[in-house]
């Protein structure tokens, strides 16, 4: 048995050797690779800018999203999103636990910068190593079967993660309260006061440390924490590009056409989709460990069910096999969720207060279900859309936009489109 | 590379724009949060001043987020000189004239907690970070309360919190920036300890079902520790999982256990739940070691009561506050009232517990920053540190200086055999004076000697 994995590994290996001759270009992408990779850097470098299109003060600024707390979350959760994108989009395997990686990589790393230092780095390099471990020891068991049983075996596993850390483990994971670093903590590489409560930083750097810019009436912020995760995702983005490119990409995609023919031509594709699986925990755990060096507090509903279900709702929201799809879901469902839900009625009032009273209580009666608690039912509605006008995600959407622009269908192999119809065949 | 503005005359252009565009940064901070010319963070710039309102609108306390709010709003409207004023006529401190805060008009932004810290540290920063709340307060569990409560101190801004029960609040969580004007668990203990032994005996075996998480620990904890002091004896305690719906397994045990009376550690849906399981196992009726079974539920709250219907009748439980305190125990409890008919007036139902923690929260915080003179944290901390208070419908309290937690009576309540209609669930059975429930800032169920506040944070 193990020779016979060691075997397709190596035979795996061989094509990629070859495959490095051929690709050309900076980066090691090719030319549309490189252009999407260039214009998803420019996004996240400028994210300050373009997220805050509205001037302070104005009525609109309400929809302002560039403040530091919500573009960290876009680019955590974007990288959350691709790590699942791996395994989802490619092999096709729905993880429904998913969560519970994150929630360890978290709780790795306030571990870490609870008793090492309060450097970031290790804390993260932590939370990607055990959430690789978990994830080994998961995945092994799960991937023994496939389908709706696979689902049904990592929620398994997410919940009872959840409930370990929830009462269970109470000593090592807080509990209901979660972890926070306290004035009590000493870690061992950091000089703290005796009453000061310590600061993720990064070789010094706080992590909360802004810098603001006012042009005008406008006001950008620039947050040390948030360049550095965006750092990890352009990294973790560029990974995942070159995974899908990989002639272990291709395998993972094969898992997906048709496991069964895989197996029967001789290849056993169990250590594939296990790494696949490992990998995209690995991404989880990153993920986590960015959540904790932003925001030092881990708390179990990070591992809760609907943490799980939510990235799936990001992946399909944006386009499940595409390479940007998933991230531009995360940043849909964070923005719904940290902006819309902060509408309340009084706001409402406010917006409309230049229209008669009869017609303005009306608008904010009709709205009302919509915003503040009602933004799940937002949220709802637009995945509906997405899933039923356009089964590809956000991704179809901008693509049938661009193709109206460019008047005719242009026959490109862009890996987008690609994956977007592949996934639309195989469901 | 043939835009046209790539030539001598463009670049230059583009030169001078980026450099007058880098020239204009007014605020250069080490520390985010903070705006360097006022010394702390989110210093109110004009006439208003922003605070912020982070209650649970969805999940299994919705309802009592929703209560909190509509507190959070009257409480607003009161300090901007709206409606009838409220407890102001009543608080013992005069500085609030209906001008606002320290003569800023109050606006506030709302946020929605989930219960889930995350979330609610989430709907906390962008607080912070983009409306510029000056304060935090509400919540209605002690998860949310020290997530939130962190960050606030981490931030430099002040948390009032709402309703938190749990000891860690104030206890090995406590922070400088943070706040409770919430009983705990530990009070609950104290205050029901001797109202049980005089109703039930000083020789009674009791059984525990605990809730599995942080909150349901220190309330076993306290009520075991009291009743034991009484002379009860605890013959189990169980742990339940906090999904748990259907509690008839934990329920069975408990008749052939030798125990008379259970005690639920229970609250919101898994209180409801176990409640009415009991209840239809027949353990009122029951009787135990020749005496009648008895049910005790440590924290009762009236929304808690609704959902436990008929079932509530005749259990004994704690509460912080009752909105008919003051109509049946007189003069001491005054404010409530008054906070009672404005509240009636402008939502039709008399306010919960949580709602009146949370309004007075507000008025709290308003005041020491009028007496301060000042919004910094630093300045409210010392003006609430040791402060006394009365008229806010508690009677005479203290928010002591060491950990931030208010003493004042608590109110024993049982179940109506014969409710009038759905507020009026339970009757006030006595009041257990303050100096009953006071504990040292030190004790062991509050972190002992470890736990401490650490320094203020005014953030920049």
């Known amino acids: 048995m193990t020779d016979q994995t060691t075997d397709t590994r190596m035979d795996a290996t061989r094509p990629r050797a070859s495959a490095a001759h051929k690709s050309s270009g900076l980066l090691g992408l090719t030319g549309k690779d490189l252009g999407l990779f260039i214009i998803v850097a420019l996004l996240t470098i400028l994210a300050p800018f373009i997220l805050n299109p509205f001037p302070e003060g104005s009525a609109l600024a309400q929809f302002n999203g560039g403040y530091p707390d919500l573009m960290q979350r876009f680019v955590i959760f974007g990288i959350f999103a691709i790590g699942f994108n791996i395994l989802f989009g490619l092999t096709g395997y729905l993880s429904f636990g998913h969560a519970a990686f994150l929630g360890v990589g978290s709780y790795a790393a306030i571990w870490m910068m609870k008793l090492l230092t309060l450097n970031v780095i290790p804390a993260i390099i932590m939370s990607i190593v055990f959430a690789g471990i978990f994830a080994l020891v998961v995945g092994y068991i799960s991937l023994r079967r496939s389908g709706i049983y696979f689902s049904i075996l990592t929620l398994a596993f997410a919940q009872m993660s959840y409930a370990l850390a929830y009462s269970v483990l109470t000593p090592i994971t807080g509990g209901e309260t979660g972890l926070q670093l306290k004035a009590t903590d000493t870690p061992l590489l950091s000089n703290l006061g005796p009453t000061e409560i310590g600061r993720a930083n990064f070789f010094g750097v706080d992590m909360r440390a802004s810098y603001e810019m006012a042009i005008g009436d406008w006001l950008f912020t620039f947050n040390a924490g948030y360049y550095i995760a965006a750092v990890f995702m352009l990294l973790s983005f560029y990974l995942a590009i070159r995974l899908f490119r990989s002639p272990f990409g291709m395998m993972l995609r094969a898992v997906k056409s048709n496991q069964q023919r895989m197996n029967y031509t001789g290849l056993n594709s169990r250590p594939y989709t296990l790494a696949a699986f490992v990998i995209s925990g690995m991404y989880a755990g990153l993920a986590g460990g960015l959540m904790v060096a932003m925001d030092t507090q881990v708390g179990p509903e990070r591992m809760f069910w609907t943490a799980s279900g939510e990235v799936v709702l990001m992946t399909i929201l944006g386009g499940a096999g595409t390479l940007i799809g998933p991230v531009l879901g995360a940043g849909m469902i964070k923005y719904m969720e940290n902006i819309v839900s902060k509408i309340n009625d009084g706001i409402l009032h406010q917006w409309f207060a230049f229209m008669p009273d009869g017609i303005e209580d009306f608008l904010v009666f009709v709205i009302h279900p919509f915003i503040g608690k009602g933004w799940h039912l937002t949220l709802g509605l637009l995945f509906m859309l997405v899933v039923i006008f356009l089964p590809g995600g956000l991704v179809e959407g901008g693509q049938r936009i661009a193709s109206v622009f460019r008047r005719k269908e242009t026959k490109t192999s862009t890996v987008e489109k690609s994956a977007a119809e592949q996934q639309q065949h195989s469901e | ?392 419908g508690n009677g005479p309290t203290l928010y002591r200086a060491e950990d931030h937690q208010c003493f004042k009576d608590v109110v024993v309540v049982r179940g109506k055999e014969n409710p009038e209609n759905e507020f009026d669930l339970v009757e006030i059975v006595e009041v257990t004076p303050t100096d009953q429930v006071t504990y040292p800032p030190d004790h062991p169920q509050f972190g002992g000697g470890d736990a401490t506040l650490g320094e203020c944070n005014p953030g920049a």
Not at chain 2, 31 to 52: I, K, Y
Not at chain 2, 220 to 225: D, H, I, N
Not at chain 2, 260 to 279: I, R
Not at chain 2, 289 to 317: C, D, R, T, W
């Open chain 2, 1 to 392: 590379m043939t835009s046209s503005n790539f030539t001598r005359r463009g670049l230059l252009k583009t030169g001078a724009a980026s450099g007058t565009v880098l020239a204009t940064p007014t605020i250069f901070t080490g520390a985010a949060w903070a705006e360097a010319h006022t010394g702390f963070t989110n210093a109110p710039q004009g006439d208003t001043v922003t605070l912020g309102f982070n209650v649970p609108q969805s999940g299994p306390y919705a309802d009592e987020g929703a209560d909190e709010l509509r507190a959070f709003e009257l409480a607003v409207e009161h300090l901007n000189g709206e409606g009838d004023g409220g407890m102001l006529n009543t608080f013992s401190s005069k500085t609030l004239e209906g001008n606002g805060i320290n003569g800023k008009r109050v606006e506030y932004v709302t946020g929605d907690t989930q219960t889930k810290s995350d979330a609610a540290r989430a709907s906390a920063r962008s607080m912070i970070e983009k409306d510029g709340a000056v304060m935090v307060s509400g919540g209605s569990s002690s998860g949310v309360a020290v997530a939130v409560q962190a960050l606030c101190q981490e931030a430099g801004i002040i948390f009032m919190a709402g309703l938190t029960h749990s000891n860690d609040t104030t206890g090995k969580d406590r922070k400088a920036n943070g706040f409770r004007h919430f009983f705990n668990s530990y009070m609950s203990g104290a205050a029901l300890a001797p109202i049980l032994a005089a109703q039930y005996g000083t020789d009674r075996k009791a059984y525990h079902l605990t809730a599995d998480y942080n909150w349901g620990y220190t309330t076993e904890q306290a009520v075991r520790e009291s009743t034991e002091a009484q002379g009860w004896e605890t013959v189990n305690a169980v742990k339940t999982p906090l999904t748990q719906t259907d509690f008839s397994s934990y329920i069975t045990p408990v008749l052939n256990s030798g125990a008379d009376v259970l005690v639920l550690n229970h609250y919101g849906g898994n209180m409801v739940n176990s409640l009415t399981n009991a209840v239809q196992f027949g353990l009122r009726e029951a009787t135990a070691n020749g005496k009648q079974f008895e049910i005790v539920v440590p924290l009762y709250s009236e929304l808690m009561a609704q959902g436990a219907g008929e079932n509530i009748a005749g259990i004994l439980g704690s509460q912080n506050w009752d909105w008919k305190l003051e109509n049946q125990l007189g003069e001491r409890y005054i404010g409530t009232n008054a906070f009672v008919q404005s509240f009636g007036n402008k939502y039709g139902r008399p306010p919960s517990q949580a709602a009146h923690t949370c309004y007075v929260q507000t008025l709290l915080y308003a005041d020491a920053v009028n007496r301060a003179g000042s919004f910094n944290p630093c300045a409210v901390v010392e003006a609430l540190e040791g402060f006394e208070f009365d008229g806010l």
